[in-house]
């Protein structure tokens, strides 16, 4: 699969959640169901895309790298992104990554939203 058919496939995954996650009884608390569920589907997700990015730029993945961009995205991005495209590359791995986390964090309150609002008829 190609890195940005797994990027798409994040967005899919924290729109179900945010969809999902409104009509759980334990909607909002910070270890819920939804959350947990989403949490390892994320972290698999960012497995694959860090195989699959490293094979699509030909980059020789350093050691541990997926495994620690899937457990611990904060420091396996970067960690990737420095080690694997060097400091210019990297920083702007590093800036998409941002980004794109902004996004999924978007996409996951507009669907939770739209879903209050379906269920409900008004915004909370």
Known sequence: MTPWRLVVALGFVWGVTGLVEPHLPDAGETLNAAGAAQGVLTSLLLFAWCKAHARAHAV????GAALLVAV??????????????????GARLIGLSIVTLLLLIAIYFVCFELSVWFRYGELV
């Not at 020789?60 to 050691?63: P, R």
């Not at 611990?72 to 590359?89: H, Q, T």
């Open 60 to 63: 020789q993945l350093a050691s």
């Open 72 to 89: 611990i995205a904060p420091l396996g991005v970067p960690y990737y992104a420095f080690r694997g495209f060097g400091f210019r590359r």
